[in-house]
């Protein structure tokens, strides 16, 4: 992985921290990233109700 989108601020990050893995009910799982500055903040674990991946594209 090249990069990711911040979960908690929304800025990209060249160094993504995996902070949750959100279960779908079709298809494939999506692991959810941090940047390193928010990590420390976010509780580990999995998916949170209010916690999604931002929108990709």
Same mark, same amino acid.
């Given at each position: 992985m090249?990069?990711?989108v911040c979960c908690r601020c929304g800025r990209?990050?060249?160094a993504p921290v995996a902070?949750?893995?959100v279960e779908r009910a079709s298809g *494939?799982?999506?692991t959810?990233?941090?940047c390193p500055d928010c990590a420390p903040r976010l509780?580990?674990?999995p998916s949170s109700a209010g916690l999604t991946?931002? *929108?990709?594209g």
């Open positions: 090249s990069g990711a990209p990050t060249l902070v949750r893995y *494939p799982g999506v959810v990233y941090a509780t580990l674990g991946p931002p *929108p990709r």
